[in-house]
């Protein structure tokens, strides 16, 4: 199963082939809506026609370089040095004064060397050993050709639903989730609201992933909802890490899906 090449908040890494089994296959467009890391787009096969979105930039540029200019990409990657102080000139240069290549390449360097991946500050630990530094070029190239059929966009959720919607799209929504997420983009209750009652109207299928929380199920209410265990939340310390419960929702009854899909 294909990786993504970047680690992400909220990222579906662990769930992901749970998720993939819940896809009915009769879409012609597979969209992912809230992309990040995008691991279900990268695991699955390949859909006729897809779409990756994000509402933020610097993702989508780094997804955008590397289906376009994967070796100035790998050229740049392959031979960065592991430090705390490039890491910080590297935050610390302004986005303006860089090439979209250049933007990509830092952008990696940060997601890569980072704590939990947020691109702030150096990761490191006393029970860890450092990165050494070497990188799957390889795997640019797998993503790149995994690209080739996929739509990049950088547009908000609700204008992405709006114009790819059809009896023949299939929507994976993996929105911030409620009242926890801390991204760079910030996602309300009445984004919340407004994801609901347009998937209640959409033509195509959806499944979401999001936490479990009580106004979550009140809203998505009439739709299948099954609850799923994941991982740990993002803390510093071993102590504030807890799991947590997820739900998977969607406009059909995927265990259905499941069951068929194990049938054949
Ligand atoms: C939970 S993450 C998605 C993780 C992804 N499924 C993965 O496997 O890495 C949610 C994403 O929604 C994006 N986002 C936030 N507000 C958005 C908006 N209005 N429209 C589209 N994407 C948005 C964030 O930038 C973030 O990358």
């Known amino acids: 199963m294909l990786r993504s090449p970047l680690s992400w908040m909220g990222g579906k890494y662990r769930l992901r082939k749970d ?3 819940l896809i009915p296959n009769n879409h012609t467009c597979y969209a992912e809506v809230f992309g990040g890391a995008s691991w279900v787009l990268f695991g699955k096969e390949k859909s006729a026609v897809e779409v990756y979105n994000d509402i933020n930039r610097d993702l989508v540029n780094f997804f955008r370089i590397l289906k376009y200019h994967p ?33 990509a390449v830092r952008f990696y360097y940060l997601n890569k060397y980072s704590f939990a991946s947020k691109g702030d500050c150096f990761g490191y630990g006393t029970s860890k050993r450092p990165h050494q530094g070497i990188f799957d070029t390889s795997l640019i ?18 204008i992405l639903i709006d114009k790819y919607d059809n ?25 919340h609201l407004k994801l609901v009652s347009l998937l209640k109207n959409i033509k195509g299928q959806f499944m979401v992933t999001i936490n479990d929380h009580p106004e979550v199920r009140e809203w ?45």
Do not use: H, M
């Open 19 to 21: 998720l993939i089994k």
């Open 71 to 103: 070796d100035e990409l790998k050229n740049w990657i392959e031979k960065d040095v592991v430090s705390r102080e490039i890491f910080n000139e590297y935050k610390d240069i302004p986005g303006k004064y860089l090439t979209d290549i250049q933007r």
């Open 141 to 158: 190239d797998k993503v790149r050709d995994r690209l080739s059929n996929c739509y990049i966009e950088n547009i908000s959720f609700d």
């Open 167 to 191: 009896e023949r799209t299939f929507f994976y929504c993996d929105p911030p989730y409620y009242e926890t997420a801390q991204y760079k983009d910030k996602f309300y209750k009445e984004d």
């Open 220 to 264: 998505y209410k009439e739709f299948y909802i099954k609850e799923v265990d994941v991982g740990y939340s993002v803390c510093r310390t071993k102590k504030g890490r807890r799991r947590f419960g997820e739900l998977i929702i969607t406009n059909y009854d995927s265990e259905d899906i499941l069951q068929k899909k194990v049938n054949v």
